[in-house]
């Protein structure tokens, strides 16, 4: 890449910051250049983002019509998944995923909520809230 | 990494460090999955290319786990009251510096810590250009995020000052380190025949699985090559300029002029990479249509060319009398 041709096309999801870049100068060396982003990573980020959005979309949905509990929603909304979030809280898949059930979510003992709003990084209160 | 190096007194840039870390790589690893998708590296992962350099310079690296969140952030404190520059392993995702797109459950991320003011940490990281404050809750919870590479509170500085060492008689060793890691790993999932297995894999996604259709999988698999390679790390086209730059520093230092000539090489190899990326951004977008195999072929043709770039430049280092 030559120093001319470090994009810099304002890549939206570095949010302000520059970004590193090795690029060959006038003399043939190469040099640090700083970045404001390209659109080719701009375009691979925000799908990442996008599809975990959509996930916790189609969670809220079935939060909404009652075929699963906001742990689920929640978990996507941290970009988590079953297995990271049995990792992080310690429990085994199926009993996250049972908590998954509205039914079984809604008698959950206090000492199991804290544990997944400490892992998910959500206050206790919003925990069985969807926004 | 270099600036734990310079923290010891010796001068030291980026390139360099990598480059005696012997810290190019690639590694295809399908059973390491983030959301689904597997992870592929461009570079050594952090803990060798820490070790890489340690081994070279003789810097006495100290490497510290921790059980507690309360120890281990105990730890780090009486660390920095005593003057040390720190540098720890965490998840990306709990940092609040961080860019909230770039916010993912990536536990291998590795940034500096060379001080504090009350409740708050000062940490160098390459994300940002400028040093960042971190709260000291939000720095345990990154420190020991769990999950797939939990970092365990991981810390390590430097206890002894390197010597200033002999350029050429390290980097060859260096280099051949990096040939040998790229051409003869035994396994196929590591250096170029990772590459070409990646291309298998590649030309056999399919365009519609499970209840999707119209290649949402494909294009999630194929973006995740792109973000290992361009998001992750420094320099873009997943380390190669970096590397490029330390074999021209390299050159400059001992007066071998072939890595010169090796050096553009490898830039133009990155920027093959580049080029891969750009396909491949502009198939998930859809402005063009989604055709795994093209890119598949991209990537067989960089796997060749790497080949023969690491043949030629382990036989540049052999034939360097030191």
Not at chain 2, 83 to 107: A, C, I, K, M
Request: proline share 6%; charged share 25%; with cysteine.
């Amino acid at each position: 890449m030559r120093e001319r041709d470090v994009p810099q096309e304002g890549n939206a999801t570095l949010a302000g910051n520059r970004k590193a870049v090795y690029a060959v100068a006038e003399d043939g060396r190469l040099r640090i250049v700083a970045s404001r982003g390209w659109e080719a990573e701009e375009i691979v980020t925000r799908q990442a983002v996008e599809d975990l959005e959509r996930r916790a979309q189609a969670a809220r949905a079935r939060v909404l019509a009652g075929q699963a509990s906001p742990l689920e929603y929640h978990m996507y909304k941290a970009r988590m998944d079953l297995p990271l979030l049995s990792q992080t809280t310690g429990l085994w898949r199926w009993r996250v995923r049972r908590h998954f059930r509205p039914g079984v979510f809604a008698r959950l003992p206090l000492s199991l909520r804290r544990r997944y709003s400490e892992a998910l990084g959500v206050p206790l209160e919003q925990l069985d809230k969807v926004e | 990494m270099a600036a734990l190096v310079r923290h010891q007194g010796l001068p030291m840039s980026e390139a360099m460090a990598f480059g005696l870390a012997a810290a190019i790589s690639f590694a295809y690893l399908p059973f390491i999955r983030i959301n689904g998708l597997p992870l592929i590296a461009y570079r050594m992962p952090p803990r060798a290319i820490i070790k890489g350099l340690h081994r070279g310079l003789e810097l006495g690296m100290r490497f510290e786990k921790f059980r507690s969140p309360e120890r281990g952030m105990a730890r780090l404190d009486a660390l920095l009251d005593a003057g040390e520059l720190v540098g720890l392993q965490t998840s990306v995702f709990w940092l609040p510096y961080f860019p909230p797109d770039l916010r993912f459950h990536f536990n291998a991320h590795n940034l500096l810590v060379y001080g504090r003011e009350g409740d708050e940490y000062l940490v160098s990281d390459p994300v940002a250009e400028i040093p960042v404050r971190c709260p000291r809750k939000d720095l345990e919870k990154a420190r020991f995020a769990k999950g797939l590479l939990a970092p365990k509170g991981l810390l390590y500085y430097a206890t002894r000052t390197p010597r200033i060492p002999d350029w050429a008689r390290l980097g060859k060793r260096a280099i051949a380190r990096a040939a040998r890691v790229m051409l003869h790993t035994p396994l196929p999932l590591i250096g170029v025949r990772g590459i070409e297995l990646l291309a298998r894999q590649v030309e056999r996604l399919p365009l519609a699985r499970g209840g999707e259709s119209g290649g949402d999988w494909a294009r999630l698999y194929v973006g995740n090559i792109v973000r290992m390679q361009e998001e992750i790390g420094t320099g873009g086209g997943g380390f190669r300029f970096l590397y490029a730059s330390f074999l021209q520093e390299l050159a400059a230092a001992t007066g071998y002029g072939a890595l010169d000539r090796l050096a553009s090489r490898l830039v133009e190899i990155g920027d093959r990479w580049r080029e891969f990326a750009l396909a491949a951004a502009r198939m998930i977008r859809g402005r063009e249509p989604l055709a795994p195999p093209a890119l598949a072929a991209r990537l067989r043709a960089l796997a060749a060319e790497e080949r023969q770039f690491f043949r030629d430049l382990d036989a540049a280092q052999r034939a360097w009398a030191c």
